[in-house]
């Protein structure tokens, strides 16, 4: 029988690679998340959503009460993840928020919260002051949203060396949390180990139990809250020790996401634990509250939880990878790591060199433009007028923000997931290109010899998918935008408030207004304002494209499907429907049906019955009535049926394949070449 209750600390790290648009600052559709939008919202449903709302059961499976797991356990969320998250799913942001003030009133003003590091990167990969600015924005992210300083950091994977504890505790942050590979030897009853940093600060040092970890992440223990709970009770130290501490670690997404209901898993054994006399529920904060460290302790460094060989899966082929059984290369991570140091290396002699001439200390903006860059305009402005050297004026406070923005950018170039996967076109590392492409652009025309270093590195950079060729063709092809996003957003605008005057769409990135054939667009983030002249073409009531001439003689022309989704998906409805009211006079479109599906029911039955009567009725007039049908079935996004196609073939041979009909034949899939069969 143990002394004392055993404390169990359960962490969960909550964070999804970001997905924003670096220009538009919107989430775009990702169709490998289907049926949702895209990943942050797919595990936003699966996930945050469930572990803040999960279902407690009675035995015949009938729930006894719904709680906030969150509010029991010690969790952090990746700051770019509650971004978004604020904006696009604002009750789970809420009850994220109010988790670590029910854990405060719960345990003597000790909360569960634990802040992060901003933007995700690995920290021993990264220099000083980029360590330093991620931590200090990561803790005013924190003290902005849960309204106290943190105590304790997660850092990102893991990852560790001595100069990033010497950052933390420089800037307050009292303990973190490292697998038991990453010290030379684990404290005894799982107490806290003490370390020194070089300057002679401390920080604690939590570990956590690597097995039990691990079979909540990857065994048997979310499907099995007896086992779960059963193992935590029972577990026993290396050479018969007493157990004070038992702390697991594990990604949040476990509960929910990798395992279908693993939050109620986490409830359950929370309730069972509950249960138990010999068992404490708590956190790392109040535990430490009440157990300073006395062992000093010793890490190993670099180390990560993630990697076996230090830091390597983000910047060698060490090994590591999603998928061991298949035989991929990840010689690409060294020549991504290396392309954009040297890029971020030259963009941060132009942030020195112009810089110099704007803030009083370019470096110490920077880390304060942390506390302001999701607050409102007045904090802005307030924020300038602190840093500038002169009275901010409309151009010197723009390029100001611009080139902090291009600080930004190269930060976010850095986050780790760009390297944790198996090759350098998956989605993460395209995203961070596309942030190394935004950053370069603000730097103006100084950019362009970083982006020529960043191309020679990725010209070297193969990729394990031979379509998609070099680094450098993933680049130039996938993450430089083809067309420039604020140029798309132009167009978008226009196009909206000609068929849908009134509607309001609204982008995080930039601020639009239409005035006749003018749309005035401004940078959100830098105050930037650009002009734009448009001209709208209507070849037909179901297709629509815009002309944008640039200030600076740029013009590009854009179909609807081009523009930025929320527009284009305005702008389609807006055609669907006039088109519809002129085939079909509105009927099927009356208000209180579903009005989407009556119309693919009248188009379905127009189709039929048009391409029936081209039997005996080839007229310009019957063939443009059935090319209208067609595009809105475009529109809808609807295949040609099987008994459209039937009736066609019927009255094109009727026709003896008339050459009328040939354009509308392979419209409807038909071959149309001759000697096609």
């Known amino acids: 029988m143990s002394r004392f209750p055993r404390s169990v600390v359960i962490h969960g790290h909550f964070y999804q690679p970001p997905r924003e648009d670096p220009w538009l600052d919107e989430v775009e559709a990702q169709p490998s998340a289907a049926p949702d939008h895209d990943w942050n919202a797919r595990i936003e449903r699966e996930c945050y959503r469930p572990v803040v709302a999960a ?11 719904i709680t906030n797991t969150l509010s029991r356990i010690s969790y952090n969320f990746g700051p770019t993840l509650l971004d978004w998250m604020e904006r696009a799913a604002p009750d789970t942001y809420a009850a994220v928020i109010d988790a670590d003030r029910l854990s405060r009133e719960r345990n003597g003003g000790h909360g569960n919260a634990m802040a992060m590091p901003y933007h995700h990167p690995i920290l021993p990969l990264s220099s000083y002051r980029d360590k330093l600015t991620e931590v200090r924005w990561g803790i005013a992210d924190f003290r902005r949203r849960f309204g ?83 193992r935590m009770a029972a577990r026993e130290a290396p050479g018969g020790d007493e157990i004070r501490l038992l702390a697991l670690a594990t990604d949040g997404e476990t509960f929910g996401h990798h395992h279908s209901y693993g939050e109620m898993a986490l409830a359950a054994t929370l309730v069972k634990l509950d249960a138990r006399e010999d068992v404490i529920v708590e956190s790392f904060e109040s535990f430490l509250d ?40 990840q010689a690409w991570r060294r020549h991504l790591r290396d392309g954009v140091t040297e890029m971020a290396e030259r963009l941060h002699r132009v942030f020195e060199a112009e810089g110099a001439e ?40 723009r390029r100001a923000l611009e ?15 760009g390297w944790f996967f198996d090759d350098i076109g998956g989605l993460e590392a395209v995203q961070v290109l596309r942030y190394a492409t935004r950053a370069i652009e603000l730097a103006s025309e100084e950019g362009l010899e970083a982006e020529e270093a960043l191309l ?36 978008g605008a226009a196009a909206v408030a000609r068929t849908s005057p009134g509607a309001d769409i609204i982008l995080q990135g930039c601020e639009t207004s239409v005035t ?112 209208a049908i067609l595009d809105l079935q475009d529109l809808l996004g609807v295949p040609v049926s099987f008994d459209a196609q039937t009736a066609f073939y019927h009255s094109w041979t009727a026709t003896g394949r008339s050459e009328d009909l040939a354009e509308l034949a392979g419209r409807l899939g038909f071959a149309t070449t001759p000697g096609a069969g």
């Not at 950079?461 to 996003?485: K, Q, T």
């Not at 640039?550 to 081009?562: F, I």
């Open 148 to 230: 106290r300083d943190p105590v304790g950091m997660w850092l990102p994977e893991t990852a560790v060396d001595g100069e990033t504890l010497d950052v933390l505790a420089g800037e307050g942050i009292r303990f973190t949390i490292l697998a038991p590979g990453q010290v030379r030897e684990v404290p005894a009853e799982g107490l806290p180990g003490r370390y020194v940093t070089s300057s002679g600060d401390e920080v604690a040092i939590f570990v956590y139990d690597g097995s039990l970890s691990h079979d909540i992440a990857f065994g048997p223990l979310t499907g099995d809250a007896d086992l779960w709970a059963e």
């Open 55 to 65: 279902r407690v059961q009675d035995s015949d499976g009938r729930i006894l009460r």
């Open 290 to 329: 009440r157990h300073p460290p006395r062992e000093e302790v010793e890490i190993v460094a670099p180390s990560a939880w993630s990697c076996a060989h230090g830091v390597d899966r983000w910047q060698d082929d060490c090994g590591c990878k999603g998928a061991p059984d298949r035989d991929t290369s």
């Open 516 to 627: 006749d054939d003018r749309v005035e667009l401004t940078v959100t983030r830098t105050g930037r304002v650009l002009e734009y002249e448009t001209t709208i073409d209507r070849p037909s009531p179901a297709k629509l494209g815009v002309t944008v001439l640039a200030s600076d003689g740029v013009s590009v022309h854009l179909e609807y499907w081009a523009f930025p989704e929320p527009h284009a998906m305005t702008v389609r409805d807006a055609l669907i429907a006039e088109s519809a009211r002129r085939l079909f006079g509105g009927g099927e479109a009356r208000d209180g049906g579903d009005r989407r599906t009556a119309v693919v029911e009248a188009a379905e039955r127009a189709l039929v019955g048009g391409v029936e009567r081209l039997a005996v009725d080839t007229s310009e007039e019957a063939r443009g009535r059935i090319g």
């Open 403 to 417: 080139l902090l923005e291009m600080e930004r950018n190269i930060l976010r170039s850095f986050t780790s997931c």
């Open 358 to 397: 704007l803030f009083h200390d370019a470096w110490v903006a920077r880390d304060a433009y942390g506390t302001v860059r999701s607050a409102n305009a007045a904090s802005v402005s307030g924020f300038l007028a602190a840093h500038l050297r002169e009275e901010p004026t409309p151009e010197r406070s």
């Open 456 to 491: 020679r590195h990725l010209g070297e950079a193969e990729s394990n998918d031979p379509h998609a060729g070099s680094g450098r063709d993933i680049y130039c092809n996938w993450a430089r935008p083809l067309v420039p996003p604020f140029m798309r957003a132009a167009a």
